[in-house]
Antibody
Framework: QLQLQESGPGLVKPSETLSLTCNVSGGFIDSSSYYWGWIRQTPGKGLDWIGS???????YYNPSLKSRLTISVDTSQNHFSLRLSSVTAADTSLYHCARQDILTGYSYTNWGPGILVTVSS | QSALTQPASVSGSPGQSITISCTGTSSDVGGYNYVSWYQQHPGKAPKLMIY???ERPSGVSSRFSGSKSDNTASLTISGLQAEDEADYYC?????????FGGGTKVTVL
């Protein structure tokens, strides 16, 4: 059974870089049928798509975050990562990683539980 | 890209049917048959309920159905049950990005 688990610091200072990793187990990240994505959720504000990556390294970013965002993949470690620079309080959110299935209309079929990241000094 | 528009809340009595709308533009909902719906209970990760506008993943109840007309997609829950009380989000894949709706809280009266 596929499982995704986010990890990283829960507290980041303003202007610094937020770094998270999503470890994938029960499946291989280098499958041609899937993309791997990051979605964040702020209480009361719904889901916000951050971006996604294919195992080859091709990336797709939310235009509003593109200048600060880097998503990378490590197939040898079976994980993918997110780096968001110059963070502000507005980046405080619950960050989910998820598998995006090409065969189901690029929907997100499997999600990690999420990790709460607070931006504060 | 702007978020898709959903009503903030919808309610219904057990056994009734409710419909949640999701309005976008010709650049997202209207331009692709890649609309998905997610159910989220408090403290849980979202769960895929509908993909490709109207397809149900294995294990999802047939009480959930989806449709689309022009730039508006809809999720209908038939025979409403207490366990259906949750937040529901629509999304649209646009070829290079994904956009979500603001979410709808479903209350079972």
């Amino acid at each position: 059974q596929l499982q995704l688990q986010e990890s990283g610091p829960g507290l980041v200072k303003p202007s610094e870089t937020l770094s998270l990793t999503c470890n994938v187990s029960g499946g291989f990240i280098d499958s041609s049928s899937y993309y791997w994505g990051w979605i964040r959720q702020t209480p009361g504000k719904g889901l916000d798509w951050i971006g996604s990556i294919y195992y080859t390294g091709s990336t797709y970013y939310n235009p509003s975050l593109k200048s600060r965002l880097t998503i990378s993949v490590d197939t040898s470690q079976n994980h993918f990562s997110l780096r968001l620079s110059s963070v502000t309080a507005a980046d405080t959110s619950l960050y989910h990683c998820a598998r995006q299935d090409i065969l189901t209309g690029y929907s997100y079929t499997n999600w990690g539980p999420g990790i709460l990241v607070t931006v504060s000094s | 890209q702007s978020a898709l528009t959903q009503p903030a809340s919808v309610s219904g009595s057990p056994g009734q049917s409710i419909t949640i709308s999701c309005t976008g533009t010709s650049s997202d909902v209207g331009g692709y048959n890649y609309v998905s719906w997610y159910q989220q209970h408090p403290g849980k990760a979202p769960k895929l309920m509908i993909y490709d506008v109207s397809e149900r993943p294995s294990g999802v109840s047939s009480r959930f159905s989806g449709s689309k007309s022009d730039n508006t997609a809809s999720l209908t829950i038939s025979g409403l049950q207490a366990e259906d009380e949750a937040d529901y989000y629509c999304s649209s894949y646009t070829g290079s990005s994904t956009v979500f709706g603001g979410g709808t809280k479903v209350t079972v009266l």
